[in-house]
């Protein structure tokens, strides 16, 4: 049977339209078709169908009949074996990794957004093919190609394979760096002219040889190959966003053009730090989520929710690891990456949701909660990206801690990757259950550390970090909390206007009546330009802010007494800061430096 092919036409750019032209030999009588409503890694109905316009289908010469049977999926009344051939638009105007995106300087796109499903036809090999580029375009994908290196035919082995491979189009700068001894791909779409890309791809590339290292060896010991035979960086470098999209072999990136190395700069700023992070982060998704997966995940479904309790293991272990490989590859030095770790560990205590929600409860939750985030999402939820790396780090630990041989989070990581790829459990290969995971916790440091665990992912009680990183020699002291965090506040501060964006439970701004929305205008008769400033207004022996708001059109008056010195509030956690203890015994610095080098 020949293949499912798509056609993908930029002729209006202006309207940020893709026209699209769908191919299917030998359809079924009824023969079904629909567009994903979520991509993988991103978890939230995203009713990608809601771009869809225009369609059209014909066999030969003849018009074909068809229904809308739900908001996404289509059915065509067919007859004989002739190709079913179904033309329509997509609106593209999402500048994000997630959708798809046409204008006169740039396409990108993720199959999900693009490629209907053909019902009953998903194993089947599918292609992929451009028409007429404008002037001096480029493709750029992990997508295999049919033909000649620059041909704009490309082919997939199945419908999941198709739309886990994203484009980049455009006349964007590209260069290439070996890994593991495979070529990975380095596309930049906005960038500034200073921008350093040597210095990117030197810097992308020790990331990358120490995670192909993690994984499979040394390159003198190579215990198993990449589960890959090229890799492509997708970067849109803009002027505000951040985030990222694994996939396959490739990744979609999106961060500040102002983040970017550039040409002359010897130091790495703090965007830059946090960009490593992001490449870091996202490749050591092609093992952990693309290839070692959810049980859940053996088999997706396009059209609705996916559910899984695991998003700590694989988005949580992740993050713990992407800024842990910047420091074992020299990109940042330890105290550096204790200031990361400071942040992370920060956010987790300064969120009172950490005591409501337990980590397989917020990732089941991603649906509705994680990506759907509210005024009062703080105070009922936790991040299973920040609780969960701090998750894997007292993992970690508490493995290094347990005498000779040494076991660490790295063996624990690499077992689990062994065995799922070995044929030595059933199921979907790749595919792991929490039970696979607490089996090996339980091999490398004990049936108690296991039960221990368990009760971590499904509790809501604080790790016993404290404890374990002084064990590894790292001092923890309190620092001194901003009024912000005193009062549990967050707020909004732009061009003088102070925006209350959450108020944290139990916290002397909920007792004072602040509500999420209101504008701060003043405090003790005095107009305010930023929070900090409102302690500022305290006559002598004086200790309640009366602030002035903004509700609705609405002035009203809020009184709060500024409690002391210390964060307010249920989470009841005063930020910590995290520094290396300068005289660690022989054995903890040992330990330390085995953790922090790898």
């Known amino acids: 049977m020949s293949d499912i092919s798509y056609r993908i036409d930029l002729d209006e750019p202006a309207r940020h339209l893709f026209h699209v032209t769908l191919t299917i030999p030998a359809p079924a009588p009824q023969q079904r078709v629909s567009l994903p409503a979520w991509i993988p890694g991103s978890y939230l ?10 369609l059209r289908a014909r066999q030969g010469s003849r018009e074909v009949a068809f229904e809308q049977i739900d908001k996404a999926t289509w059915q065509f009344d067919c007859q004989g074996a002739s190709a079913l051939v179904l033309t329509y638009r997509v609106y593209a105007f999402d500048t994000s990794v997630r959708a798809a995106f046409l204008d006169a300087q740039r396409g990108f796109f993720n199959g999900t957004s ?9 194993s089947q090999t599918h292609r992929l093919a451009f028409g007429t580029l404008p002037k001096d375009w480029r493709i750029a994908t992990a997508m295999p190609r049919l033909g000649e290196p620059e041909s704009s035919q490309f082919h997939a082995s199945c419908y999941e394979e198709l739309v886990d491979h994203p484009f980049e189009l455009g006349a964007f700068w590209q260069g290439r760096f070996e890994a593991g001894g495979l070529e990975h791909q380095v596309v930049v779409s906005g960038a500034l002219p200073v921008f350093d890309g040597e210095r990117l791809l030197l810097d992308a590339q020790r990331i990358c040889e120490a995670q192909i290292a993690f994984w499979h060896g040394p390159a003198s010991k190579r215990r198993s190959a990449p589960p890959f035979a090229s890799y492509t960086f997708m970067l849109n470098a803009v002027d505000e966003g951040y985030g990222g999209l694994e996939h396959l072999a490739s990744t979609a990136l999106i961060a500040p053009r102002r983040d970017l190395p550039r040409i002359g700069q010897t130091e790495a700023s703090e965007g830059y730090v946090r960009l490593l992070g992001l490449i870091s982060h996202e490749y050591f998704h092609t093992w952990n989520v693309k290839r070692l997966k959810p049980a859940d995940f053996a088999s997706l479904d396009f059209g609705q929710e996916n559910y899984t309790e695991l998003l700590w293991f694989f988005e949580g272990f992740t993050s713990y690891y992407d800024d842990l490989f910047l420091v074992r590859t020299g990109l940042i030095d330890e105290a550096r990456y204790l200031k990361l770790l400071t942040t992370t560990v920060n956010g987790v205590l300064a969120t009172p949701g950490r005591k409501e929600q337990s980590l397989a409860q917020a990732s089941f939750d991603a649906w509705v909660k994680y990506y759907r985030p509210d005024e009062n999402s703080p105070n009922s939820t936790i991040s299973y990206y920040g609780k969960g790396a701090l998750l894997a780090l007292a993992l970690d630990l508490s493995l290094r801690f347990l005498g000779e041989p040494q076991q660490s989070l790295d063996e624990l990581m690499r077992g689990l990757w062994q065995r799922s790829h070995a044929g030595l459990k059933t199921g979907a290969r790749g595919a792991i259950s929490e039970a696979d995971i607490l089996n090996l916790i339980a091999e490398l440091g004990g049936e108690g550390l296991a039960q221990e665990f368990r009760q971590w992912v499904h509790g809501a009680a604080d790790l016993p970090l404290p404890n374990l990183l002084e064990k590894a020699g790292v001092q923890l002291r309190t620092d001194k909390a901003s009024l912000a965090q005193r009062l549990g506040l967050r ?12 108020v944290l439970a139990d916290s002397a701004a ?16 005095w107009r305010l330009r930023r929070i900090e400033d409102a302690v500022l207004t305290l006559a002598g022996g004086q200790s309640s802010l009366n602030f002035l708001l903004s509700r609705d059109q609405r002035l009203l008056e ?5 409690p002391g010195s210390r964060v307010s509030g249920v989470s009841g956690a005063e930020p910590l800061l995290l520094s290396l203890a300068e005289k660690a015994p022989a054995r903890v610095a040992s330990l330390r430096k085995a953790w922090l080098s790898g």
């Open 45 to 54: 109905l995203r009713e990608f169908a809601r771009h869809l316009s225009a």
């Open 114 to 122: 693009l490629c209907l499903r053909v019902h009953g036809r998903e």
């Open 491 to 502: 707020v909004n501060e732009v061009g003088g206007v102070i925006t209350v964006k959450h």
């Open 510 to 525: 909920q007792a004072g009546g602040l509500c999420a929305g209101d504008e701060v205008l003043a405090c003790n008769g």
């Open 558 to 562: 809020g009184r709060v007494d500024l």
